[in-house]
């Protein structure tokens, strides 16, 4: 980040956007039928997860083996595109829009930074001009999703550890501006 000292870090679910992503994606990309089966089917590991007492990294982990596992890269890349080209502006919160501009007008380097699915979340970072985009990566073999999630799940510290990897791990050189849910 030579020369740029100040960054500014945006969280994506219910603070770029008014709430979670994965859902409406997740709808878009399968239909109603295969999303709600899904639901039915993982609903142990969701209400785990809900009332803490099933990690996150688990229930995601089951979550993308359900609905990515054997699935076609490309074609999901192309849904993807799609679902951010046509979806994605209902979702986003507009005064955290402005923010991001205000940021991006000023020269500030700015980092989205989401535990969401790169499958889509990429395609978030262009569409906004991010500067940076770290998030959950599907681990591909050959021309398909595995089902996995490739390295950690970026969520909690692995924000910070992520974060680090771009601004190195000396973060007092730089004033920070984070936006993220409560």
């Known amino acids: 980040m030579k020369g740029k000292s100040k960054v500014a870090v945006f969280d994506f679910d219910g603070t770029l956007t008014t709430g979670d992503s994965l859902l409406p994606f997740l709808y878009y990309c399968f239909g ?3 999303l709600t089966i899904g639901i039915l089917y993982l609903s142990p ?3 785990g997860y809900l009332l803490k007492v099933y990690p996150n990294n688990l229930a995601k982990k089951k979550l993308v083996n359900y609905f990515f596992k054997n699935r076609d890269v ?3 890349k192309k849904i993807a595109s799609r679902f951010i080209d046509e979806k ?18 000023n020269d500030h380097v ?3 930074l989401s535990a969401s699915l790169d499958l889509y979340i990429n395609y978030v970072g262009e569409k906004y001009n991010f500067d940076h985009v770290e998030c959950s990566i599907l681990e591909i073999d050959k021309h ?3 089902g996995q ?4 799940n970026c969520y909690g510290n692995e924000k910070v550890k992520r974060l680090k990897k771009i601004l190195g791990d000396n973060l007092t050189g730089y004033t920070l501006y984070g936006y993220g849910a409560v």
């Open 32 to 34: 109603f039928w295969k």
């Open 45 to 47: 590991f969701i209400i």
């Open 74 to 76: 490309n074609l999901l």
């Open 88 to 105: 994605i502006d209902y979702f986003i919160r507009n005064n955290i829009l402005k923010r991001l501009r205000w940021h991006q007008k």
């Open 110 to 112: 700015t980092i989205l």
């Open 144 to 146: 398909l999703f595995t």
């Open 149 to 152: 999630i490739k390295g950690d």
